[in-house]
């Protein structure tokens, strides 16, 4: 049989704040006929295998006509949402392609995905090593050892410029880029300090990746925290979080310390731009000769630190220097409910939803 079940989660309305699973996603039904779909040159007919539940998704459920949409490109209601993953070519006419490759790139919150020649996401494909797979289980490469990885390596070289001895802190450090960039950090010969929503996440910051300090931020007055765990201040603040944090994070900061801009997840709920948090203190980044630089991980695609990412990442693996966490959910119908109990701080490490067997 060439007609295959295609189950898949579409956008159901708008979220406002953190989205809810009922009211904001819904599963839908539908059949792929492979055999009988017509592919123009270079489309794709992929078999999802492992999806990567990433932050950034949210910023694409905006209602289009919100000012953040002015910087990328939404996901519409009735349309099925789109991540990142490893999936199988079932069918191409790509002819850089061929039937059985594993690829990582663009896909939809569904079990096959046809990826259009005309779809920008064509370029952004590439081939999973599959000699790697003697040493690291599939599901790594959805994420850890493709942009995922790069993201927390690549910025912290490239921007934190860290030195031995320095002082480095990292909010929402036990997600995925958090725990890469403290081991890396850890590596390098720097101080690494953590922040984390719970008490287990904080166990494991300190007992498995071996941070040097680590805290739970929901218990705690921050600046009295950083205070007392970054007692000769701040050379390198990886931010995933913004607003409030962020505001703090610029007291405790040195002189000519680096801000890693790399998400701002305490703004991507609120809808209103006139309710998002103003950094009342950005003069400390001119007063003490501070570097504060966003980035987005494509803009290390081709260049030498995407190489040296993945010859790095790999040694670290084998030698134990890099122990990376993931849970891996089952079944495209608990998508959306991975998704938000993501948002929600639930995850320890990396989410990641299992489409299928490969």
Same mark, same amino acid.
């Given at each position: 049989m060439t007609v295959k079940s295609n189950k898949g989660v579409i956008l159901k309305a708008y979220p406002k704040g953190i989205p809810e699973v009922d009211e904001n996603f819904e599963l839908t039904h539908r059949t792929i006929d492979i055999e009988c779909l017509n592919l123009k040159e270079n489309e794709f007919i992929l078999r999802n295998l492992y999806l990567s539940i990433d932050p950034y998704v949210r910023v694409t459920l905006q209602d289009p006509t919100s000012i953040i949409m002015k910087y990328g490109k939404g996901v519409l209601t009735g349309q099925v949402v789109n991540g990142l993953g490893v999936s199988e070519v079932v069918k191409t006419s790509n002819p850089n392609y061929k039937v059985g490759d594993l690829v990582y790139g663009p896909i939809g919150w569904e079990e096959y995905s046809h990826i259009k020649s005309d779809d920008a996401s064509v370029s952004s494909f590439m081939l999973v090593n599959k000699e790697l797979l003697k040493d690291t289980p599939l599901s790594y490469h959805a994420s850890f050892l493709k942009f995922g990885g790069l993201t927390s390596y690549a910025s912290l070289i490239d921007i934190g410029k860290p030195k031995e001895g320095e002082t480095i802190y990292i909010?929402?450090?036990?997600?995925?880029?958090?725990?890469? +960039?403290?081991?890396?950090?850890?590596?390098? @010969?720097?101080? *690494?300090?953590?922040?984390? /929503?719970? =008490?287990?996440?904080?166990? !494991?910051?300190?007992?498995?990746?071996?941070?040097?300090?680590?805290?739970?931020?929901?218990?705690?007055?921050?600046?009295?925290?950083?205070?007392?765990?970054?007692?000769?201040?701040?050379?390198?603040?990886?931010?995933?979080?913004?607003?409030?944090?962020?505001?703090?994070?610029?007291?405790?900061?040195?002189?000519?310390?680096?801000?890693?801009?790399?998400?701002?997840?305490?703004?991507?709920?609120?809808?209103?731009?006139?309710?998002?948090?103003?950094?009342?203190?950005?003069?400390?980044? +001119?007063?003490?000769?501070?570097?504060?630089? @966003?980035?987005? *991980?494509?803009?290390?695609? /081709?260049? =030498?630190?995407?190489?040296? !990412?993945?010859?790095?990442?790999?040694?670290?693996?084998?030698?134990?220097?890099?122990?990376?966490?993931?849970?891996?959910?089952?079944?495209?119908?608990?998508?959306?409910?991975?998704?938000?109990?993501?948002?929600?701080?639930?995850?320890?490490?990396?989410?990641?939803?299992?489409?299928?067997?490969?």
């Amino acid at each position: 049989m060439t007609v295959k079940s295609n189950k898949g989660v579409i956008l159901k309305a708008y979220p406002k704040g953190i989205p809810e699973v009922d009211e904001n996603f819904e599963l839908t039904h539908r059949t792929i006929d492979i055999e009988c779909l017509n592919l123009k040159e270079n489309e794709f007919i992929l078999r999802n295998l492992y999806l990567s539940i990433d932050p950034y998704v949210r910023v694409t459920l905006q209602d289009p006509t919100s000012i953040i949409m002015k910087y990328g490109k939404g996901v519409l209601t009735g349309q099925v949402v789109n991540g990142l993953g490893v999936s199988e070519v079932v069918k191409t006419s790509n002819p850089n392609y061929k039937v059985g490759d594993l690829v990582y790139g663009p896909i939809g919150w569904e079990e096959y995905s046809h990826i259009k020649s005309d779809d920008a996401s064509v370029s952004s494909f590439m081939l999973v090593n599959k000699e790697l797979l003697k040493d690291t289980p599939l599901s790594y490469h959805a994420s850890f050892l493709k942009f995922g990885g790069l993201t927390s390596y690549a910025s912290l070289i490239d921007i934190g410029k860290p030195k031995e001895g320095e002082t480095i802190y990292i909010s929402t450090a036990a997600g995925l880029t958090g725990q890469l +960039v403290g081991q890396i950090a850890k590596i390098k @010969g720097l101080r *690494v300090v953590g922040s984390t /929503g719970s =008490d287990e996440k904080v166990d !494991f910051l300190l007992n498995e990746l071996k941070f040097d300090a680590a805290f739970n931020y929901k218990k705690v007055d921050l600046d009295k925290a950083l205070s007392e765990y970054c007692p000769n201040g701040i050379d390198i603040y990886y931010d995933n979080v913004g607003g409030k944090t962020l505001e703090v994070a610029l007291e405790h900061c040195n002189r000519f310390a680096r801000v890693v801009a790399c998400g701002m997840i305490s703004q991507y709920h609120v809808t209103n731009p006139e309710e998002r948090y103003g950094v009342k203190n950005l003069t400390n980044i +001119v007063l003490k000769s501070m570097i504060f630089q @966003g980035f987005v *991980v494509t803009d290390y695609f /081709g260049k =030498d630190i995407e190489k040296e !990412f993945e010859k790095d990442i790999i040694e670290w693996i084998k030698s134990g220097k890099i122990i990376y966490k993931e849970t891996v959910i089952d079944g495209v119908e608990n998508i959306p409910k991975t998704f938000v109990d993501m948002l929600n701080g639930k995850n320890t490490g990396k989410y990641i939803v299992k489409i299928a067997d490969y």
